[in-house]
Nanobody, 120 residues
Framework: QVQLVESGGGLVQAGGSLRLSCAASGRTFSRYTIGWFRQAPGKDRDFVVRISWRGGRTYYADSVKGRFTISRDNAKNTVYLQMNSLKPEDMAVYYC?????????????WGQGTQVTVSS
């Protein structure tokens, strides 16, 4: 089992950057695929990006390709989401999630979320 805690959200102007962190507890963190999702008010939760347990495979939603970068440090039990060139439409609560499937159809474990606000 793994517990996830997101941090790093905040207020940023359009065009700015933020780095989110997803810190995990559990000795087997390195065996989990980690995904980031986001949910804007009144909208469904959307997939943003995922990273394989070794970090070699990543998959991005088209809306963030070229602007966001996911990475992980298994020694620190942490996954990072570097977000550059932020747009107002990126504003949402961002969640990280974990699952043992290589390409999860659903994720078993979720964090509580961190708010990202982008001002235009």
């Amino acid at each position: 089992q793994v517990q996830l805690v997101e941090s790093g959200g905040g207020l940023v102007q359009a065009g700015g950057s933020l780095r989110l962190s997803c810190a995990a507890s559990g000795r087997t963190f390195s065996r989990y695929t980690i995904g980031w999702f986001r949910q804007a008010p009144g909208k469904d939760r959307d997939f943003v990006v995922r990273i394989s347990w070794r970090g070699g495979r990543t998959y991005y939603a088209d809306s963030v390709k070229g602007r966001f970068t996911i990475s992980r440090d298994n020694a620190k039990n942490t996954v990072y989401l570097q977000m550059n060139s932020l747009k107002p439409e990126d504003m949402a609560v961002y969640y990280c999630a974990a699952d043992t499937q290589v390409v999860p159809r659903s994720y078993n474990y979720w964090g509580q979320g961190t708010q990202v606000t982008v001002s235009s």
